[in-house]
């Protein structure tokens, strides 16, 4: 079973509006959490990185939380743009896994004019 | 810099073929590993290194071989190709280890393969 889901699987918005992408983990003990925009053809780009002390993080429009007790991680994408449009992954470390990342499956988000 | 580089970009095999998937990276990173990306999934990692002659199995690691030489190169080694590896793979690199740690994570661009 995978320990990240992620909700919504793919999502269409419209240009300059807003949206929250959703992260739920299981993975233990934590140690950081990621979120990652892939565009089409193209290798992950780090978006931030949150561990346990942080409950947010900002890299320009995009804003991530984190709330460890409930496992849950939130991407928030502010006015968006078409470049915006990819797929966003939530990706989860644990102290006890040195090395080794869970990755979840992905939300497709496609940003319409 | 030019970061991390994979080669070839796209690659079709026949079943029972081997071949080696290349990468390199530029930023003296000690961490490097190899995913797979299949349709629907998270990317799997397939086998990692924490530095020079250092190489341990990730979750799928059936079907392929790795070493570490440099710490630059990283390649991963298809011994027998099977349509099951038809995947897109990618090699990334961080400047420490990705599990434990807080380093930002860099990918190359992916190589494309599909096995007949």
């Known amino acids: 079973k995978n320990q990240v889901e992620q909700s919504p699987q793919s999502l269409i918005i419209l240009e300059g509006k807003n949206c929250t992408l959703q992260?739920?983990?299981?993975?233990?003990?934590?140690?950081?959490l990621r979120w990652y925009k892939q565009d089409t053809g193209r290798g992950p780009v780090s978006l931030t990185i949150?561990?346990?002390?942080?409950n947010t993080k900002s890299n320009g429009r995009y804003t991530a939380t984190l709330d460890a007790d409930t496992k849950q991680s939130s991407l928030h994408i502010t006015a968006s743009q078409l470049s915006d449009s990819a797929s966003y992954i939530c990706?989860?470390?644990?102290?006890?896994?040195?090395?080794?990342?869970?990755f979840g499956a992905g939300t497709q988000v496609v940003v319409t004019p | 810099n030019a970061g991390v580089t994979q080669t070839p970009k796209f690659q079709v095999l026949k079943t029972g073929q081997s071949m080696t998937l290349q990468c390199a990276q530029d930023?003296?990173?000690?961490?490097m590993s190899w995913y797979r990306q299949d349709p629907g999934m998270g990317l799997r990692l397939i086998h990692y290194?924490?530095?020079?002659?250092?190489?341990d199995q990730g979750e799928v690691p059936n079907g392929y071989n790795v070493s570490r030489s440099t710490t630059e190169d990283f390649p991963l080694r298809l011994l027998s190709a099977a349509p099951s590896q038809t995947s897109v793979y990618f090699c990334?690199?961080?400047?420490?280890?990705?599990?434990?740690?807080?380093?930002?994570?860099?990918f190359g661009p992916g190589t494309r393969l599909t096995v007949l």
């Open positions: 990334a690199s961080s400047y420490g280890t990705s599990g434990g740690g807080s380093d930002t994570q860099y």
């Open positions: 949150m561990t346990f002390s942080e």
């Open positions: 990706v989860v470390s644990s102290t006890d896994s040195w090395g080794k990342l869970q």
């Open positions: 290194s924490v530095g020079a002659g250092i190489t």
């Open positions: 930023m003296n990173h000690e961490y």
């Open positions: 992260c739920n983990y299981t993975v233990s003990p934590f140690s950081n």
